[in-house]
């Protein structure tokens, strides 16, 4: 073939690239293919258009470098790139309340004398006097976030995030200990002296200067 018919095509489109020459003609022209096909490919990311997925080389009398093969892939559009990294949104899971025996009953008081003699301040202390009660005066090895929220109803108290009042005064605190089945709790020794025992806080007073 003479060198006049030499003929070199690219279609990014489609993804197709033609070079038919002599191989001191591929061989002399193959750096500025490099530089012109990475430079279409970046224009038709640019403009949006959809990038094949593969390369066809067609009667190509030289094999081009493996290096160059890596570096004239389409790259991924950097939304799409984002996108696919983006972590799927967490979804809570739907507790609901479980219906327990919070009632005063023989050497039992109600859950809510026991709750209004206890006065917890916050949701950590909440849920650990709840599952006080349950263990201690409903007699159960363990309890399901469910009858915690049933707890919450019984005192008329805003009902929290459960799973994750749970989660953190597990790993912060050390009242509340995972049970044998999910979304069930237990109690802790630690658990039991502070609402036996620290419950109500007590609230120091400020010693008011005397007047003379």
């Known amino acids: 073939m003479a060198d006049s018919e030499a003929r070199f095509t690219i ?15 591929v061989d002399k022209h193959l750096e500025k293919f490099e530089e012109i096909f990475k430079m279409a490919v970046k224009e038709a990311i640019t403009k949006g258009l959809q990038q094949p997925q593969s390369l066809a080389f067609k009667e190509q009398p030289a094999a081009l470098p493996q290096e160059v093969l890596q570096e004239v892939q389409p790259a991924e559009p950097a939304q799409q790139k984002a ?11 739907t507790i609901h309340p479980i219906p327990v025996d919070l009632k005063a009953g023989e050497g039992k008081p109600g859950l809510r004398e026991f709750y209004a003699e206890k006065k917890p301040a916050n949701h950590y202390e909440k849920a650990a006097v709840c599952v006080y009660y349950l263990t201690k005066f409903n007699k159960q090895q363990e309890v399901k976030f469910g009858e915690i929220l049933s707890c919450y109803e019984e005192v ?12 953190n005064s597990i790993r912060y605190k050390g009242w509340i200990e995972p049970g044998s089945e999910k979304f069930a709790a237990r109690l802790t020794i630690s658990g039991e002296n502070f609402v036996k025992f620290d419950l109500p806080a007590q609230v120091e007073k400020i010693a008011q200067p005397t007047l003379v």
Do not use: C
């Not at 996108?83 to 899971?93: D, E, G, L, S």
């Open 83 to 93: 996108a696919n990294n983006k972590h799927a949104p967490r979804t809570a899971p």
């Open 11 to 25: 279609n990014v489109r489609e993804g197709i690239v033609e070079l038919e020459g002599k191989e001191s003609f």
């Open 156 to 167: 008329n108290e805003k009902k929290p995030s459960i799973v994750d009042i749970i989660k």
